[in-house]
Structure formats: C-alpha cells, structure tokens
C-alpha cells in the first residue's frame, strides 16, 4: 500500500509539472532592431516569447533569440490595461524607442485583461520617444 501511494504521488507531480509546462503560453516575434531588455541589450532577430505566469504564479516573461539561443527573463513593474484596438489572440510587445536606442516598454500576450510594463531607461532632457509595436505570433513551444 505504501508503494503504490509513492508511486501515485510522484506520478500526480510529474503530471502538474508537465501540465504547467504545456499551459505556458509560446509566442514569436521578429524584431529587426537592437534593443534592451532589462540590463541587456539583444540583438535583431527572431525571439521566442514564454509567459511564464502560469508556471511561477507571477508574471515573468522570457526572450529567447531562435538563432543565438541569448534570452534574459524580465520581471514587469506594473500592469495596465491593453491599448484600445488590440485584438484579443495578437500579443504585442511595446518598444519606447528614442534616436539611438529602443527598449521593451509593454508586453501583452493576446488574451490577459491587463498587458505589463517594464523599467526602461529616462528620455534625456531633449530627447523625443516614439513606440514600435511588434505583433506575436502563436509559437509552436519548441
């Protein structure tokens, strides 16, 4: 009896871990500029996005760059409401992009009430922003 309890409680765990690892949300997008991403700079490219929120409980997002294999997990500062004309199933990540640099100011993964903002460095005094919104694609969770 003692065996077979072992046995059905390691295999209920190795379940919800398969089962929170399949229910983590996969997105890509192409990104043809350099920007920064917490304490790093990432390169153009094609980046795979992970909510991890449903494996932490909290919200954290992973980029991973396809080809380099580079990835940084960022920790959002807030959440807000999604802008108005996002269709709900189109992620979008939220460039604030100035003359020389672009960093990651908002993800939102397609089908959350709220999107998240994230830390991004302070505009110089006669520094002008603009954003870039880049569309996520459904991932495949390779």
């Known amino acids: 009896m003692k065996k077979l309890t072992t046995k059905l409680m390691i295999a209920t765990a190795a379940l919800v871990v398969?089962?929170?690892?399949?229910?983590?949300?996969?997105?890509?997008?192409?990104?043809?500029?350099?920007?920064?991403?917490?304490?790093?700079?990432?390169?153009p490219g094609t980046y795979r996005v992970d909510d991890l929120n449903i494996q932490t409980g909290r919200p954290v997002f992973r980029l991973r760059n396809v080809n380099s294999g580079g990835s940084i997990a960022v920790l959002p500062q807030a959440p807000v409401d999604p802008r108005k004309g996002w269709a709900e199933g189109y992620g979008k990540l939220v460039f604030a992009c100035t003359s020389g640099s672009c960093s990651l100011a908002e993800i939102w993964n397609g089908s959350d009430t709220h999107a998240y903002t994230f830390h991004r460095p302070k505009l110089g005094k006669d520094e002008d922003a603009y954003l870039r919104v880049i569309t996520l694609q459904p991932g495949n969770g390779e």
């Open 18 to 43: 398969v089962a929170g690892a399949a229910s983590a949300q996969t997105m890509t997008a192409s990104i043809p500029f350099e920007f920064r991403a917490g304490n790093r700079v990432m390169a």
